[in-house]
């Protein structure tokens, strides 16, 4: 079973985004959040990445651009 886990990206403009963690989840399978913003950034998944303003997921919704993300910090519960 996979750990709880928060994904915090940082923009290049210093906004910070949440990425919701059910994203990372293929047909039950589990991938590893750097894979999956790496696979966004080299354009293998799309052009643009989901994320919330609030890390519980209850914020804004957005659409962004991965090639301007500078940080990504990932906390296990």
């Known amino acids: 079973m996979a750990r709880a886990k928060k994904v915090e990206i940082t923009m290049i403009d210093q906004k910070v985004w949440y990425v919701n963690t ?9 991938e590893s959040p750097d894979s999956f913003i790496g ?7 799309g052009p643009m990445l989901r994320v919330n303003a609030a890390a519980d997921m209850t ?7 991965p090639a301007l993300i500078v940080d990504l910090k990932v906390t296990y519960s």
């Open 59 to 65: 914020g804004e919704e957005r659409f962004i651009n």
């Open 22 to 30: 059910e994203d990372l989840n293929t047909l039950g399978v589990s």
């Open 39 to 45: 696979n966004y950034i080299r354009g293998s998944r």
